[in-house]
């Protein structure tokens, strides 16, 4: 997140410290679904999901001091207490089965998943050796799901330059996972 995020988020904050229902609906504007999806791929049930993003909205407006700035940024502390809270929520289920009755189906393929784990963490591994602008580049592209034309406007290179580095990245990672 850059600095004009940040100043902006605080800006919010301040506005709903003072009661401004407005910059309330900004920040729920900007972070709800962020809040809700995390909240959903916790507790894979729609209905909770919104409960719990309705409760840490609220708190957030009862108490806009309940987040520290210059710890974080607002969106990653929203997602870290979405996550808690649903957790929270998780622990709190009465099971409605007993125990002897459930059966576990796994369709997924153990070997396959162990194998898919030592990949990625090569990749990993891999990626660390390559030059930091290839790094930030695939790394926007890949895991922040970017375009190369939304990289290049987040980084102030030129295009081709974005595409010349992921290029570059993805050649190197293949003839190192295929060595």
Known sequence: M????????????????????????????RYGSLVYSVSLRVLKDPGQAE???????FQLWKNPNTF??????????????????????????????????????????ISSEIERNIMVEKIRELMKSLPSEQQKSVELA???????AEVAAK???PLGTVKTRIRLALISLRKAIQA
Request: a negative charge.
């Open 68 to 109: 520290v700035q210059g710890r974080g940024s607002l969106g990653a502390w929203l997602a870290v207490v979405a996550r808690n809270r649903a957790i929270d929520v998780l622990r709190r289920r009465k099971p409605t089965d007993s125990v002897d009755e459930v059966v576990l189906v796994s369709k997924t393929n």
């Open 155 to 157: 980084t102030g290179d």
């Open 51 to 57: 409960d719990v993003m309705q409760e840490i909205f």
């Open 2 to 29: 850059d600095r004009l995020q940040a100043a902006n988020d605080e800006l919010l904050l301040e506005r709903v410290r003072a009661n401004d229902q407005g910059a309330m609906a900004d920040i729920f504007d």
């Open 142 to 148: 890949f895991f922040e799901g970017l375009s190369h």
